[in-house]
């Protein structure tokens, strides 16, 4: 191949690769200043948290091997890898997250810290309720919806299930996301996190699941970009070199 052809081509294919890498730098750039502009907490939904009033501290509370006992009268229980103090409803509840095999099929019981009293997963209205209480602007509810399965683009991803998803009519169009299992809310969600979440997968390259920063192909755009800046050098070099006079 003759230099003039070689150094044509190498143009071309510089030029076709920078547009390329342009268009997601440009990507990054916008969701690097979408970020840096923004106030996580408010991207997080943190100012619209309600202030909930602490369990007091001279409560009477039962043993927790009460509600261990009446658990194994019911169900198989070989582990317990968690034990929390809860307010369900205003009230103290046990959660307890135990299972049968270790790190398998793990189970959520939910009991009465004063009375010892098992507890059923909440109801529609015990959902809506906590998710009206947790807010604190004053809205009233547009939509509930049940939530049993979610994919890796839905934005209560990887979130304890069953959920109520409760949104406001509020200008933040806010969703406050409550397990039924565990009792309590989960996640907040509004329109400034959802433009953060969008920008984060075209920042991170990953559209399955958005949050993975060593997928292929972010690995291929970074190789990518550094074959697109030697070409340009080289093109920069060749371009200095004197032509020889005929």
């Not at 619209?48 to 009268?73: G, R, T």
Request: aromatic share 12%; glycine share 4%; net charge positive.
């Amino acid at each position: 191949m003759k230099k003039a052809e070689f150094h044509r081509k190498t143009r071309k294919t510089h030029r076709w690769m920078g547009v390329i890498l342009g268009i997601q730098f440009l990507l990054w750039t916008v969701g690097g200043l979408y970020f840096s502009w923004s106030n996580m907490d408010e991207v997080h939904g943190d100012h619209q948290k309600a202030h909930i009033h602490p369990l007091e501290a001279n409560l009477s509370l039962v043993n927790p091997q009460n509600i261990i006992s009446q658990i194994k009268a019911k169900d198989s229980i070989n582990y317990i890898f968690e034990m929390r103090l809860v307010q369900v409803l205003g009230e103290p509840h046990y959660q307890i997250i135990y299972s049968k095999e270790h790190d398998r099929g793990k189970k959520i019981q939910l009991a009465n810290a004063q009375t010892g009293i098992l507890r059923a997963a909440l109801s529609k209205d015990e959902a809506v309720n906590i998710a009206k209480i947790n807010f604190s602007d004053d809205a009233t509810v547009k939509q509930i919806e049940y939530l049993t399965t979610t994919n890796g683009h839905h934005e209560y991803r990887e979130s304890p299930l069953p959920a109520y998803a409760v949104t406001f009519n509020h200008p933040s169009n806010t969703t406050v996301y409550v397990s039924t299992e565990l009792g309590t809310v989960q996640k907040f969600r509004n329109n400034k996190w959802r433009i953060f979440d969008f920008l984060w997968m075209m920042h991170t390259m990953d559209y399955q699941t958005r949050d993975n920063l060593s997928n292929w192909l972010l690995r291929a755009f970074s190789v990518f970009g550094l074959l697109t800046i030697f070409s340009g050098f080289t093109l920069f070099f060749v371009s200095q070199k004197p032509k020889k006079k005929i």
